[in-house]
């Protein structure tokens, strides 16, 4: 059996972040991966010759942690073109900008893209906002509550709701308030208002777009971390499932084997082969949160047997490469989120965002005519369907008021991300804080990843690095204390 100085199982950003911090301190991770590539749910493919973000596209400016990172490996930073818009079903269907404010929570009641989507009693109702004082909702622990109770149902329904829910993909009823928007309540409790608390936190953000991305994709985040993981002296390991965890005397131990293809190509490998066991005194788990459940079930001190995780969406994107020069000019910008009440609409809509990537991100094809579009399906609660890129190019057509035909498309791709984006409800976050003090009594052992931390890279990013810098102090080492 080898013993190595750490180890970090599942290769997401999350995990890629704690090996390239453990490296860093000099502490020889082995990260083992079930994938044959790192990245986990930031991944990019080639499609119609377009190299394109399939998964995370961007990250959000609000920790440094991630635009810090880039800098260290030597990416460059860029930031979006083009505005958000957002399709509304009412009234024929209709695009409109999307108002500035924190998840839909508008920062300023007069500003004329919040007027044109409230009735003249959604925004009376609004308004009241502004003198009720601090007390109702400082008490409210998901989004849901704290927006209806302060700016009523239709700030909900028409605002929130597509913006928090499409970012989220989870009606804001299920999304714990500290954790999607952190300092939102303080500052409210603050300002005594929701709308002056959400200027108040846009106004603290660093200036410009509240997101980022890599020049070149997303993708080539995780590709720049395993580089600079190995040139620290660590050991990546690709198509290795681990099967097991337990405590081995002072220290952990980690069974995997090699990963076989399951039948489904959007399930995870299956280990296939025979086991190979390794140990170290520090240990991260760093998997989507149903792989990292089952490894933890084995250790009964965490009692984490009866936990279910919240149910997340299914996910289904259509990427749609086109030869279309009429979308050089973006007409919806960046991209839309659509409202969810189509229902009984006259235009139907039946993707929940569309992401005009070539705009978005211009350097991908700037000046050739070719357009990239990504068209996101699937609600939380609700039956995604099967889309299809004709469906797709459908919605695009409505959304982008553009007709679009199928001879423009050079490429596609349908990606399905199953029980995705588990929300973070105010139940999960109660788990998640038992268990974090469960981990404190369990030396060498910590978890991340954005089920335990938040969804987001700017969420798992600083996470990961904080619990890989935790296990390198000595105390918490158990080999350290056997080398001694
Ligand atoms: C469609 C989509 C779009 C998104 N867009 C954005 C965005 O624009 N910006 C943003 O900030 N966030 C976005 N997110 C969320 C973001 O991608 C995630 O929060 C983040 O990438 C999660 O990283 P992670 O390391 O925690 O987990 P994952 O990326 O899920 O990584 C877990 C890794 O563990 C591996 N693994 C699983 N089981 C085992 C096992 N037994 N043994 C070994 N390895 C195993 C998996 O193969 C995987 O590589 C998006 C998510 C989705 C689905």
Not at 71 to 81: C, F, H, K, N, Y
Not at 175 to 193: F, I, K, T
Not at 346 to 368: D, E, F
Not at 429 to 434: D, E, G, N
Request: charged share 20%; aromatic share 4%; with cysteine.
């Amino acid at each position: 059996m080898t013993h190595v100085e750490s180890i970090v199982i599942g290769g997401g950003i999350g995990g890629l972040q704690a090996a390239h911090t453990f490296a860093k301190l000099g502490l020889a991770p082995l990260l083992l991966e079930a994938r044959g590539t790192c990245g986990g749910l930031v991944f990019g493919a080639p499609i119609g010759g377009v190299w394109v973000d399939l998964g995370a596209e961007s990250f959000a400016k609000r920790s440094r942690a991630v635009a810090s990172l880039c800098a260290e490996l030597g990416l460059e930073v860029v930031d979006p073109s083009g505005v958000s818009w957002l399709w509304s079903h009412r009234d024929g269907g209709f695009a409109t900008r999307i108002p500035h404010g924190v998840l839909g929570i508008p920062t300023d009641l007069d500003d004329p893209f919040v007027t044109a989507l409230l009735s003249p009693d959604g925004l009376a109702r609004a308004r009241e906002d502004l003198t009720m004082g601090a007390e109702p909702g400082a008490d409210a622990a998901d989004l849901a509550t704290l927006v209806e109770c302060r700016l009523g149902a239709e700030v909900l329904t028409r605002l929130v709701d597509p913006i928090a829910g499409g970012v989220h993909s989870a009606h804001p009823s299920t999304l714990a308030v500290d954790v999607v928007s952190p300092g939102l309540r303080e500052a409210m409790v603050r300002e005594g208002s929701l709308v002056r608390a959400a200027a108040a936190l846009r106004a603290a953000a660093p200036a410009g777009a509240v997101v980022s991305s890599v020049s070149g994709g997303l993708f080539t985040l995780p590709r720049a971390l395993v580089a600079r993981i190995r040139e620290l002296g660590g050991e990546v390991a690709n198509r290795r499932v681990v099967t097991a965890i337990a405590r081995a005397g002072g220290a952990w131990s980690v069974t995997h084997h090699e990963a076989g293809r399951a039948a489904d190509p959007a399930d995870p490998p299956v280990p296939v082969g025979d086991p190979v066991t390794v140990t170290t005194g520090r240990l991260v788990v760093a998997l989507d949160g149903r792989a990292a459940l089952d490894l933890l079930r084995t250790i009964p001190e965490l009692a984490v047997d009866d936990w279910e995780l919240p149910r997340g969406a299914d996910l289904t994107q259509v990427c749609l490469v086109m030869n279309a020069p009429e979308l050089d000019a973006g007409p919806r910008g960046s991209g839309l989120l659509v409202t969810p009440d189509a229902e009984g609409a006259a235009t139907r809509v039946a993707c929940k965002a569309l992401t005009h990537y070539s705009i978005k991100w211009p350097a991908t094809v700037a000046g050739t005519g070719t357009h990239v579009l990504r068209v996101s399906f699937g609600r939380a609660g609700i039956p995604t369907g099967d889309p299809t890129p004709a469906g797709a190019l459908a919605d695009a057509s409505i959304l982008l008021g553009v007709e679009l035909s199928a001879d423009q498309i050079a490429g596609h791709a349908i990606v399905r991300f199953p029980n995705s984006l588990p929300p973070q409800t105010p139940a999960h976050r109660a788990r998640i804080a038992l268990l974090t003090r469960r981990l404190t009594e369990m030396p060498g052992l910590a978890v991340t990843g954005a089920w335990f931390a938040g969804t987001g890279l700017a969420a798992v990013i600083p996470h990961a690095q904080s619990v890989a810098r935790g296990l390198a102090a000595p105390a918490s080492a158990p080999d350290q204390e056997r080398s001694r």
